[in-house]
C-alpha cells in the first residue's frame, strides 16, 4: 500500500501539476490583491474572502485532475493491470491511491495558503482597517478545513472511478458533488426559514431533505468567518461536521475498495 502511495506522489510530483500550482498561485495572489482594491476600508477581509474561495475551487480542481491521471487512467490505458501483479489485495492499490492524492493535495494547500497568506499580510502595510484579521492558527485552521473538504471530494471521485468506464466521468461527477456538497446547507437553510413566502420553492423542501440523507453538507468544513471576522466556529459544530467528513469519507473508500476488487479487467 505505502509503495503504491509513493508511486503516486513521485507521478504527481514528476507531472505539470506542480507548475500548474504555481501558475494557480499567482492568479489566486493576483485575483486577491485586485479584489482588495475594491474595497478601501476592508482590503485584507476582501482579499481573504476571495483568496480562500479560490484556494477551495483550485484544491478541489486538483484532487479530481490527480484522480483522473493516477487512477482513471491507469485503468483506461490497462497499464493497472501492471499494479496489479503484485502478490498485495487489490484494496492497497486504491487506498494507497488515496493516501498519495492527499499528500499532494496537502502540498498544494500548504504552498497556495503561504502565498496567500503573504499577500494578505502585505496589504496591512498600505492601509491598517478598522478591525484586524485573524492570519494565525485562525487562517490555518480554515486551510486544514478546505483540504479536509478536498479529501471527501476525493474518496467520491475514486469510488466513481473504479466502476467507470467513461474516463471524463469521476471529473464530471466529481465537480457536480463539490458543488452539491457546498450549496446544500445553504440551500437547506434558506428552506427551512420559509424561502420568504415563496410556496413555489417550498414545494422542494422535501427532495431537500432527502439529498441531505445521502451527500454530505460540505459547508460545515468553511470556517473562513474565524480569520475574517473574529468568529470562532462553535467547537461541538466543528467536531460534528470532522466526524461526518471522516465518516464519509471511509464509506466512500470502502465502496470503492469493494468495487475495485470485483471488477473484471478482461
Known amino acids: ?8 506522489g513521485r507521478a504527481g510530483l514528476r507531472s505539470r501539476s506542480i507548475q500548474a500550482i504555481l501558475i494557480l498561485g499567482a492568479l489566486l495572489v493576483g485575483v486577491a490583491y485586485l479584489a482588495a482594491s475594491f474595497s478601501p476600508r476592508q482590503p485584507q477581509t476582501v482579499a481573504l474572502d476571495v483568496g480562500l474561495s479560490g484556494l477551495r475551487i483550485t484544491l478541489i480542481l486538483f484532487s479530481l485532475f490527480w484522480v483522473q491521471e493516477l487512477v482513471a487512467r491507469e485503468i483506461e490505458r490497462r ?22 492524492v492527499l499528500g499532494l493535495i496537502a502540498l498544494a494547500a500548504a504552498l497556495l495558503g503561504m502565498l496567500l497568506w503573504a499577500v494578505v499580510l ?42 467507470s468506464t467513461v474516463p471524463m466521468l469521476p471529473l464530471a461527477l466529481g465537480l457536480a458533488f463539490a458543488i452539491a456538497g457546498k450549496s446544500l446547507g445553504a440551500v437547506a437553510d434558506y428552506l427551512a426559514k420559509g424561502a420568504e413566502g415563496d410556496k413555489d420553492l417550498m414545494r422542494f423542501a422535501p427532495i431537500i431533505d432527502a439529498i ?30 470532522l466526524v461526518l467528513a471522516a465518516c464519509y469519507a471511509a464509506l466512500l473508500l470502502t465502496l470503492a475498495v469493494m468495487t475495485f476488487t470485483r471488477r473484471d479487467f478482461e
Open 122 to 163: 502585505s496589504l496591512s502595510k498600505s492601509y491598517a482597517q478598522g478591525f484586524a484579521i485573524a492570519p494565525g492558527f485562525p487562517y490555518w485552521s480554515t486551510v486544514a478545513g478546505l483540504w479536509v473538504d478536498a479529501a471527501v471530494v476525493t474518496a467520491f471521485a475514486l469510488w466513481v472511478a473504479t466502476f
Open 212 to 241: 441531505q440523507w445521502v451527500l454530505p453538507d460540505l459547508s460545515r468544513l468553511d470556517w473562513r468567518n474565524w480569520p475574517m471576522y473574529g468568529l470562532t466556529p462553535d467547537g461541538q459544530a466543528v467536531a460534528l461536521g
Open 79 to 100: 497499464t493497472v493491470l501492471f499494479a496489479l501483479t503484485y502478490p498485495v489485495a487489490r484494496g492497497h492499490y486504491i487506498v494507497g491511491r488515496y493516501l498519495g
Open 1 to 8: 500500500m505505502w509503495q503504491f502511495m509513493l508511486s503516486a
